[in-house]
Each structure stands twice: as structure tokens, then as C-alpha cells.
């Protein structure tokens, strides 16, 4: 059964930073494009960013602050979240993408989701 967990969420000040871990149990973790998404209460969930073998792609609200990396041999993929503003504030979900080619946006093209981890921005 495939599992992906997110970890790293937390309450953090505006202007800080928190770094997000999401581990996967993948046999073949390096083959999958992995993204990250967020839903803040009362929205719908959002794009963050992805990374895949073809690179790393983010939306335009965290461009510049936020990064996404990974590591094949731990089956871990990273989003490091500088510059936290409070409409960071959401519950941040990683989700692998079996086909491994591009960095993609819609929620659809992904085929395992982790359970989320809360990210809060205090002003």
C-alpha cells in the first residue's frame, strides 16, 4: 500500500521559515513526479509546486520564496518555505504523479495524496 506522509507543518511568525518533509513509500520513488498543495480553510486546494525529472515548477504566489528538492534515496521529497506570509496559512499535501514526466498543476493528474500537515503564519 502506498503511503505518502507529510511532516515539518507548524505555527510559525510572519517572516520565518519551516521546511516541509513528505516521505513516501514508492519502490521506485525516483521515477515520480512528486508536488505539493495547500488548502487554506474555506478554499479550494491550490498548486504549489512540483518537481520531477524535467525540473521544478511553482506557482506565482510562492515563486522566490518557497523550494522544492528531493531525495531518491531517503524516497523523500522537500518544500522549504522562506518568507512565510499569513496567507501561507493551509493544511500543505504532497502527491506523487506515477507518469514522472513534467511538473503538473491540476490535482487530477496525481495518483497518491499524503493526509496534509498544517502550516500556520501568525501576523
Known amino acids: 500500500q502506498v503511503q505518502l506522509v507529510e511532516s515539518g507543518g507548524g505555527l510559525v511568525q510572519a517572516g520565518g521559515s519551516l521546511r516541509l518533509s513528505c516521505a513516501a513509500s514508492?519502490?521506485?520513488?525516483?521515477?515520480?513526479?512528486m508536488g505539493w498543495f495547500r488548502q487554506a480553510p474555506g478554499k479550494e486546494r491550490e498548486f504549489v509546486g512540483a518537481?520531477?525529472?524535467?525540473?521544478?515548477t511553482y506557482s506565482d504566489s510562492v515563486k522566490g520564496r518557497f523550494t522544492i528538492s528531493r531525495d531518491n534515496a531517503k524516497n523523500t521529497v522537500y518544500l522549504q518555505m522562506n518568507s512565510l506570509k499569513p496567507e501561507d496559512t493551509a493544511v500543505y499535501y504532497c502527491?506523487?504523479?506515477?507518469?514522472?514526466?513534467?511538473?503538473?498543476?491540476?490535482?487530477?493528474?496525481?495518483?497518491?495524496w499524503g493526509q496534509g500537515t498544517q502550516v500556520t503564519v501568525s501576523s
Open positions: 502527491a506523487a504523479d506515477s507518469t514522472g514526466w513534467g511538473t503538473k498543476r491540476r490535482l487530477d493528474d496525481y495518483d497518491y
Open positions: 514508492l519502490r521506485t520513488f525516483s521515477r515520480y513526479a
Open positions: 518537481i520531477s525529472r524535467s525540473g521544478t
